[in-house]
Each structure stands twice: as structure tokens, then as C-alpha cells.
């Protein structure tokens, strides 16, 4: 079974702090992705990388940015935490596929409260 | 961003009964649909991934069917259980290279 893990499940930062949130997977996936999930919002991605060194922007990039050095690592950095970044965010990492018909695995999440 | 529709927005059934739900979706350019179920304090799950219209996927007691051209796809649950209580995500893909547009979800409550 393919494995995403996500550093922390909880975590409390202060407005301003820089924030890494890291994520793993060890079924040597090509893409990787960050969501943030709000209330009656949805999945909202935010970055995706094809391949390593290689990342996109998505929906919601602003006052965020990634890093992807190695194929199974893919970490999310607030840059300068704001209470608005307060949130449940997802990682997850699939196989290339065409027209996205490659499954989604996702980690277990970590809820991100800023102060 | 792609408008990915899913409704109701919340359902409550008793355990036992039979429940259905909709996707809709854009119906030009069809790739693929993707089904995740998500409980409460664990990652959302993949259940089908549908690329082809009048596709239908079964899993245990749940199944799906795909309508490409008049972009919907439907989610059955059949004899719902209390462990089936859960948010149901679809996903359609994105603008971007291998990416997905989730719904909102539909949140399923199975009382015993």
C-alpha cells in the first residue's frame, strides 16, 4: 500500500513564524500535492510538482511556496504565517498518468492553527 | 477553475437504507472522475476512478456510474452501515498537468 506521511497531525504557530510542513511518500510517485481543506470550501490546491525541483502553482498559491529536492519529499512553507493560513492541509502523491486518471493518495493531514 | 457540483451537501439515513448520490461535472474534454471517500480522522480514500461513459464500478456495497455527455456520475450505497458515515469527494481534473478540482462533498451520516 502506498504510504503518505505528513510530519505533524497538529501544530500551533505564531502570525508571522515561518512554517515548514513536510511530507513523505515511499512509492516513488511522480506528482505530489498540497491542498488545504475549510469548511464548506472544499480541497483547495495549493502547489503540485511533477518531478523533482519541478513545481506549479495551483488555486491558491499566495503566501505559500514549496521545495521538492528528492522524488519522495515535498514540503509546504509558509512564508510568514498569517491567522488566515489557519487550516486542515493535505498532502498527497500520485503516478503520472494522462488526463489525470491516476488515483490520488492522500496523508492523514495536519490541522495548522496560527495565533 | 473548473465548477465540480455535488449534491446533497448532507444526508442523514438510518442503517439499512439505500442512498444515492450526484456529481456533476463539465462535460466537454472528459478525462476521468474520481470518487474518495474521507472519514472523520483518517485521509480520504480512493474508491473509483472512471474514465469511460456508462462506465459502472462496484466496491462491496458501494457502486458509481458515469454519464460523460451529460456530465454527471452517481454514487450509490446499498443497506448503509453505520461505518459508511463519511464526506464523499469527486474529482474532476484540473487545468493542471495530472491535478484535480474536488467538490465540496456530500457528508453521509449512518445512524444504527
Same mark, same amino acid.
Given at each position: 500500500?502506498v504510504k503518505?506521511?505528513?510530519s505533524?497531525?497538529?501544530?500551533?504557530?505564531?502570525?508571522?513564524?515561518?512554517?515548514? #510542513?513536510?511530507?513523505?511518500?515511499?512509492?516513488?510517485?511522480e506528482?505530489?500535492f498540497?491542498?488545504?481543506?475549510d469548511p464548506?470550501? !472544499? /480541497?483547495?490546491?495549493i502547489?503540485?510538482?511533477?518531478?523533482?525541483k519541478?513545481?506549479?502553482?495551483?488555486?491558491?498559491p499566495?503566501g505559500y511556496?514549496?521545495s521538492?529536492e528528492k522524488?519522495e519529499?515535498?514540503? #509546504?512553507i509558509?512564508?510568514?504565517?498569517s491567522t488566515n493560513?489557519t487550516?486542515?492541509y493535505?498532502?498527497?502523491?500520485?503516478?503520472? !498518468? /494522462?488526463?489525470?486518471n491516476?488515483?490520488?493518495?492522500?496523508?492523514?493531514?495536519?490541522?495548522?492553527s496560527?495565533? | 477553475?473548473?465548477n465540480v457540483?455535488q449534491?446533497?451537501?448532507?444526508l442523514?439515513?438510518q442503517?439499512?437504507?439505500s442512498?444515492?448520490?450526484?456529481?456533476?461535472f463539465?462535460?466537454?474534454?472528459?478525462?476521468a472522475?474520481?470518487w474518495y471517500r474521507?472519514?472523520t480522522?483518517?485521509?480520504?480514500?480512493?474508491l473509483?476512478?472512471?474514465?469511460?461513459?456508462?462506465?459502472?464500478?462496484?466496491?462491496?456495497?458501494?457502486?458509481?456510474t458515469?454519464?460523460?455527455k451529460?456530465?454527471?456520475?452517481y454514487?450509490?450505497?446499498?443497506?448503509?452501515?453505520?461505518e459508511?458515515?463519511?464526506?464523499?469527494?469527486?474529482?474532476?481534473?484540473g487545468s493542471g498537468?495530472s491535478?484535480?478540482t474536488?467538490?465540496?462533498?456530500t457528508?453521509?451520516?449512518?445512524?444504527?
Amino acid at each position: 500500500d502506498v504510504k503518505v506521511t505528513q510530519s505533524s497531525r497538529y501544530l500551533v504557530k505564531r502570525t508571522g513564524e515561518k512554517v515548514f #510542513l513536510e511530507c513523505v511518500q515511499d512509492m516513488d510517485h511522480e506528482n505530489m500535492f498540497w491542498y488545504r481543506q475549510d469548511p464548506g470550501l !472544499g /480541497l483547495r490546491l495549493i502547489y503540485f510538482s511533477y518531478d523533482v525541483k519541478m513545481k506549479e502553482k495551483g488555486d491558491i498559491p499566495e503566501g505559500y511556496s514549496v521545495s521538492r529536492e528528492k522524488k519522495e519529499r515535498f514540503s #509546504l512553507i509558509l512564508e510568514s504565517a498569517s491567522t488566515n493560513q489557519t487550516s486542515m492541509y493535505l498532502c498527497a502523491s500520485s503516478l503520472a !498518468g /494522462l488526463g489525470s486518471n491516476q488515483p490520488q493518495h492522500f496523508g492523514d493531514g495536519t490541522r495548522l492553527s496560527i495565533l | 477553475i473548473l465548477n465540480v457540483e455535488q449534491s446533497p451537501q448532507s444526508l442523514h439515513v438510518q442503517e439499512g437504507d439505500s442512498t444515492n448520490f450526484t456529481c456533476s461535472f463539465p462535460s466537454s474534454n472528459f478525462y476521468a472522475l474520481h470518487w474518495y471517500r474521507w472519514e472523520t480522522a483518517k485521509s480520504p480514500e480512493a474508491l473509483f476512478v472512471m474514465t469511460l461513459n456508462g462506465d459502472e464500478k462496484k466496491k462491496g456495497r458501494i457502486s458509481a456510474t458515469l454519464n460523460t455527455k451529460e456530465g454527471y456520475s452517481y454514487l450509490y450505497i446499498k443497506g448503509s452501515q453505520p461505518e459508511d458515515s463519511a464526506t464523499y469527494l469527486c474529482a474532476f481534473p484540473g487545468s493542471g498537468y495530472s491535478t484535480l478540482t474536488f467538490g465540496k462533498g456530500t457528508m453521509l451520516l449512518v445512524s444504527p
